[in-house]
C-alpha cells in the first residue's frame, strides 16, 4: 500500500439509503443545454461534424464571439415541465443537469462570474426551474459540472510557470467558490456530475479534488460524487494509486460499455453515460447528428446490458436553442417508456443476476435483494437463513439464435419452475437437457427486446448430478 492522503476515501461500497436509492434507479436523463444548443453544430454556414458543445473550440470561436450568443438565449420555447414529464415517462429516475459546460456558461445566475443566465435577455434562473420541474415529477436531480473553462482567463490545462501557478489558483478558488454556491442554492440535489478534469493542471492537484468532495458532503450530507473528479496525490484518476475508487461510483464510461461478460465492474457502483446519436452531447441540427442517431431497441439493450452489470445509464438529451426538446427525442422518450411501462421491473430496484453466466442472446438481471452481497461490503447476516433461494430473474432477449432456440445455464443449486412473457405472463414451455441446462423456443421478433420472467427454485440433492469432466458442457 502506498501512503496517499488523497486517495480513496473508504473501501467498499456505499450502503446508505442515499446511494442505495441512487443504485436502484438504474436510469438516469442527462440534459446537456447551454449557449452550443443556439448555433446546433453550424458556425457561419459551416457544419461541423463534431460535438455541438465543442463548437467554439471546434471552429475556432473567440470567447467575445461565442459569448454573444447570449443575447439570443431566449427561453421562446424553456418548457421545463415538458423536459421532466418526458423524462419521468421515459422511465428515468433522476436528471443529470449541465450547469456549466467546457465554454464555462453557467445556467445559474452566479455570483461568480458575469458569463451566466443573468445576462441573457430573460435574467431567470434556468437551473432552478429545470431543478423544481424535476422535482416536481418525483425525480432525483444531479449537477453535472466541467472543471475545464475555455472562458475563465484564470483556467490552464498544465502549469509551467509561477504566473501559471497563479492563475490556476485563482481559477481553483473560483471553481470552489461556484461548487458552494451551486450547494448553497440548491441543497436539495442528490449528486454531483464532475467532467473536464483531465489536464495536466487538474491531475496535479488531488489536493483539490478531495477538498472539493470533502466540502460538497459537509454542505449536502449524502450528496454522492462520480470517480472522474478525483485525482490522487500522483494524478491517478478515478482508481486511485492503489486502485481503490475514489469518490462513490465509477463514471469513466462515456458512450461505451464494458463487455457483456465483464463481471469485474460488478464490484463496484458505476454508471455509464450515453448519447442518442453517435457523438454529440449538445443539440446538433443536422444530416451528420441524425444518420448516427440510436433507435429504442438499441437504447434499451445498452439499459439491459448496464444493468446486468451493476450500472447505472445515464441517457442524454439535447434541447434546442430555445429551449424545447427534438420531437425526435421526445419520440425516442415515449418508445423506451412504452418498453419501461411494461418491462421496468427487469431495470429498476434490479442488477446482476448472480450465478447465471452472460447467454450471447441477451442478458440476465435480478431483483436488488436477490443479487449476491457486495464484494467489498462488510459481512451480513442474512435476514432469513434458512430461506428458500426462490425468486425470479428477468432474461432480457435482445439476439435471437437463428436456431430460434435459447439455451439457459442454469447456476448451482437453482432450478427453473417456470418461463412467463413479462408482457403478458403467457407461459413459455422448456425443456431439461441436464440439470443445469434448459431449452426454450425464443419469443417471436418485436423489434425491441423481449423480457422472460424466469421462476426459480431451489434444486434438491437429486438434483445436484454435474458433469465430471470440467472440458465437456452442453452448450
Ligand atoms: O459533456 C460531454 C462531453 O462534451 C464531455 N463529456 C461528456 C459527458 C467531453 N469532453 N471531452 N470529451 C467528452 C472527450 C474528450 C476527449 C479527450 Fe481526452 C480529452 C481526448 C483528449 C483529451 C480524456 C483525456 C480522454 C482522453 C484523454
Same mark, same amino acid.
Request: glycine fraction near 10%; aromatic fraction near 10%.
Given at each position: 500500500?502506498?501512503p496517499?492522503? #488523497?486517495?480513496a476515501?473508504?473501501?467498499?461500497?456505499?450502503?446508505?439509503p442515499?446511494?442505495?436509492a441512487?443504485?436502484?434507479?438504474?436510469?438516469?436523463?442527462f440534459v446537456?443545454?447551454?449557449? #452550443?444548443?443556439?448555433?446546433?453544430?453550424?458556425?457561419?454556414?459551416?457544419?461541423?461534424?463534431?460535438?455541438a458543445e465543442?463548437?467554439?473550440q471546434?471552429a475556432?470561436?473567440?470567447?467575445?464571439e461565442?459569448?454573444?450568443?447570449?443575447?439570443?438565449?431566449? $427561453?421562446?420555447?424553456?418548457?421545463?415541465?415538458?423536459w421532466?414529464?418526458t423524462?419521468?415517462?421515459?422511465?428515468?429516475?433522476?436528471?443529470t443537469?449541465?450547469?456549466?459546460?467546457h465554454?464555462g456558461?453557467?445556467?445559474w445566475p452566479?455570483?461568480?462570474?458575469?458569463?451566466?443566465?443573468?445576462?441573457?435577455p430573460?435574467g431567470?434562473d434556468?437551473?432552478?426551474?429545470?431543478?423544481d420541474?424535476?422535482?416536481?415529477?418525483? $425525480?432525483a436531480?444531479?449537477?453535472?459540472y466541467s472543471?475545464?473553462?475555455?472562458?475563465?482567463p484564470d483556467?490552464?490545462?498544465a502549469v509551467?510557470?509561477?504566473?501559471?501557478?497563479e492563475?490556476?489558483e485563482?481559477? $481553483?478558488?473560483?471553481?470552489?467558490d461556484?461548487?458552494l454556491?451551486?450547494?448553497?442554492r440548491?441543497?436539495?440535489?442528490r449528486?454531483?456530475?464532475?467532467?473536464?478534469?483531465w489536464d495536466?493542471?487538474?491531475?496535479a492537484?488531488?489536493r483539490w479534488?478531495?477538498?472539493?468532495?470533502?466540502?460538497?458532503?459537509?454542505r449536502?450530507?449524502g450528496?454522492?460524487?462520480?470517480?472522474r473528479?478525483?485525482?490522487?496525490d500522483?494524478g491517478?484518476r478515478?482508481?486511485?494509486s492503489?486502485?481503490a475508487?475514489?469518490?462513490?461510483?465509477?463514471?469513466?464510461?462515456?458512450?461505451r460499455?464494458?463487455?457483456?461478460?465483464?463481471l469485474?465492474v460488478?464490484?463496484?457502483?458505476w454508471?455509464?453515460?450515453?448519447?442518442?446519436t453517435?457523438?454529440?452531447?449538445?443539440?446538433?441540427?443536422?444530416?451528420?447528428?441524425?444518420?448516427?442517431?440510436?433507435?429504442?431497441?438499441? %437504447?434499451?439493450e445498452? $439499459?439491459?446490458?448496464?444493468?446486468?452489470?451493476?450500472g447505472?445509464?445515464?441517457?442524454?438529451?439535447?434541447p434546442?436553442?430555445?429551449g424545447?426538446l427534438?420531437?425526435v427525442e421526445?419520440?425516442?422518450?415515449?418508445?423506451?417508456?412504452?418498453?419501461?411501462?411494461?418491462?421496468?421491473p427487469?431495470v429498476?430496484?434490479?442488477?446482476?443476476?448472480?450465478?447465471w453466466?452472460?447467454?450471447?442472446?441477451g442478458?440476465?438481471?435480478?431483483p436488488?435483494e436477490?443479487?449476491?452481497?457486495?464484494?467489498?461490503?462488510?459481512p451480513q447476516?442474512p435476514?432469513?437463513?434458512?430461506?428458500?433461494p426462490?425468486?425470479?430473474?428477468?432474461? %432480457?432477449?435482445v439476439r435471437?439464435?437463428?436456431s430460434?432456440?435459447?439455451?439457459?445455464?442454469?447456476?448451482?443449486?437453482?432450478a427453473?419452475?417456470?418461463?412467463r412473457a413479462?408482457a403478458?405472463?403467457?407461459?413459455?414451455p422448456?425443456?431439461?437437457?441436464?440439470?443445469?441446462?434448459?431449452?426454450?423456443a425464443?419469443?417471436?421478433?418485436?423489434?425491441?427486446p423481449?423480457?422472460?420472467?424466469?421462476?426459480t427454485?431451489s434444486?434438491?440433492?437429486a438434483d445436484?448430478?454435474s458433469?465430471?469432466?470440467?472440458?465437456?458442457?452442453?452448450?
Amino acid at each position: 500500500m502506498i501512503p496517499l492522503r #488523497y486517495g480513496a476515501d473508504g473501501t467498499g461500497r456505499r450502503e446508505d439509503p442515499t446511494m442505495r436509492a441512487f443504485r436502484a434507479d438504474r436510469f438516469g436523463q442527462f440534459v446537456h443545454w447551454g449557449l #452550443y444548443a443556439l448555433p446546433a453544430g453550424t458556425w457561419k454556414g459551416q457544419t461541423i461534424e463534431f460535438a455541438a458543445e465543442f463548437l467554439m473550440q471546434s471552429a475556432g470561436v473567440s470567447r467575445e464571439e461565442w459569448s454573444a450568443l447570449a443575447a439570443d438565449f431566449t $427561453l421562446d420555447g424553456f418548457d421545463p415541465a415538458a423536459w421532466a414529464r418526458t423524462a419521468k415517462r421515459m422511465g428515468a429516475r433522476y436528471v443529470t443537469v449541465t450547469t456549466k459546460h467546457h465554454d464555462g456558461f453557467c445556467l445559474w445566475p452566479t455570483a461568480h462570474t458575469d458569463f451566466s443566465v443573468a445576462a441573457t435577455p430573460s435574467g431567470r434562473d434556468v437551473l432552478g426551474e429545470i431543478l423544481d420541474a424535476y422535482r416536481a415529477e418525483g $425525480l432525483a436531480t444531479h449537477l453535472y459540472y466541467s472543471v475545464l473553462d475555455w472562458h475563465h482567463p484564470d483556467w490552464r490545462c498544465a502549469v509551467d510557470s509561477d504566473s501559471d501557478r497563479e492563475a490556476f489558483e485563482r481559477y $481553483l478558488r473560483f471553481a470552489t467558490d461556484q461548487l458552494l454556491e451551486l450547494a448553497e442554492r440548491y441543497p436539495q440535489v442528490r449528486g454531483f456530475w464532475f467532467d473536464g478534469t483531465w489536464d495536466a493542471s487538474v491531475k496535479a492537484n488531488g489536493r483539490w479534488t478531495h477538498e472539493i468532495e470533502r466540502l460538497l458532503k459537509e454542505r449536502i450530507p449524502g450528496v454522492i460524487v462520480n470517480s472522474r473528479l478525483r485525482a490522487d496525490d500522483h494524478g491517478a484518476r478515478h482508481f486511485d494509486s492503489n486502485g481503490a475508487l475514489m469518490g462513490d461510483y465509477e463514471s469513466g464510461y462515456e458512450r461505451r460499455l464494458p463487455a457483456p461478460w465483464d463481471l469485474s465492474v460488478t464490484a463496484h457502483d458505476w454508471e455509464a453515460c450515453a448519447t442518442l446519436t453517435q457523438a454529440s452531447w449538445g443539440f446538433h441540427d443536422s444530416d451528420w447528428a441524425e444518420r448516427g442517431r440510436k433507435t429504442p431497441a438499441q %437504447i434499451v439493450e445498452q $439499459l439491459a446490458q448496464t444493468v446486468s452489470l451493476g450500472g447505472n445509464l445515464l441517457l442524454n438529451f439535447g434541447p434546442r436553442g430555445d429551449g424545447s426538446l427534438a420531437p425526435v427525442e421526445v419520440a425516442l422518450a415515449e418508445e423506451v417508456g412504452a418498453w419501461m411501462a411494461v418491462n421496468g421491473p427487469a431495470v429498476h430496484d434490479s442488477g446482476p443476476a448472480a450465478g447465471w453466466d452472460y447467454p450471447g442472446w441477451g442478458f440476465y438481471t435480478a431483483p436488488l435483494e436477490h443479487t449476491a452481497p457486495f464484494r467489498n461490503a462488510a459481512p451480513q447476516e442474512p435476514e432469513t437463513p434458512d430461506e428458500d433461494p426462490t425468486g425470479i430473474v428477468h432474461a %432480457i432477449v435482445v439476439r435471437i439464435p437463428v436456431s430460434g432456440l435459447l439455451t439457459l445455464a442454469l447456476p448451482a443449486g437453482v432450478a427453473l419452475r417456470a418461463v412467463r412473457a413479462r408482457a403478458d405472463g403467457t407461459e413459455l414451455p422448456f425443456t431439461p437437457l441436464d440439470a443445469h441446462t434448459v431449452q426454450l423456443a425464443a419469443p417471436a421478433p418485436t423489434g425491441m427486446p423481449t423480457v422472460l420472467v424466469l421462476e426459480t427454485g431451489s434444486a434438491g440433492p437429486a438434483d445436484g448430478l454435474s458433469e465430471p469432466n470440467p472440458d465437456v458442457a452442453l452448450v
